[in-house]
């Protein structure tokens, strides 16, 4: 008895070994997985920024209510720069004026009277006042003008050109440019139109 179940005993044991070692032996020849690699996508090229336009600077002079340089977003028009500078004038030739004319940057828009006999370039561009300084020469000089130079400024037509004259030959050289208000017919609003334009300067 005693020798059948010991028997017995090392065939269960033998058993189990042989179903534990093909457990093993299977599980060393399962094939490993392949390692998994990730690729970030490639960057998506981005467009080249497109620079932003700057405002726009207009002198608006003439007969307008408040002659100035005013400062216009982008895509802006003529009308704009009107209703700034307070409106047309009672006197103004308002039937020049293009006001769906597109503004630029350094432009003037000179509003004439009905009055004027020489009318300037409505349209124009002038010198910023930044650079007045380094650019007098381009400036006309209201010391040695001729008549025919103070009648090609804004809003001076051939007898306000005379009176500057008159005015010059009797008094001698202007001291400054703000000294030709004290010629007749030459207020505030007229010197505004040509203040950016003349000097006194050689």
């Known amino acids: 008895m005693i020798n059948r179940e010991k028997a017995w005993q090392f065939l269960l044991v033998f058993c189990c070994g042989a179903i ?73 030739n308002t039937a020049v004026i293009n006001l769906a004319l597109p503004l630029e940057d350094g432009m003037q828009v000179y509003v004439p009277l009905l009055t004027d006999t020489a009318v300037p370039p409505i349209i124009s561009n002038v010198i910023p006042e930044s650079s007045r300084d380094d650019s007098s020469n381009s400036l006309l000089n209201i010391n040695s003008a001729t008549l025919d130079d103070l009648d090609a400024l804004p809003g001076i037509g051939p007898s306000t050109a005379q009176k500057i004259l008159d005015f010059r030959d009797a008094n001698g050289l202007f001291l400054s440019i703000e000294e030709i208000m004290l010629v007749s017919g030459i207020g505030e609003a007229k010197f505004a139109q040509i203040e950016t334009l003349i000097t006194v300067e050689e």
């Open 20 to 92: 534990v070692s093909a457990v093993l032996l299977t599980l060393n020849r399962r094939v490993l997985p392949a390692p998994i690699l990730i690729e970030p996508p490639a960057p998506t090229p981005t467009a080249n920024p497109t620079e932003t336009p700057g405002p726009v600077r207009v002198f608006v002079s003439g007969a307008v209510k408040v002659p100035d340089v005013y400062q216009f977003a982008p895509n802006s028009i003529l009308k704009e720069a009107i209703e700034k500078a307070g409106g047309f004038e009672s006197e103004a």
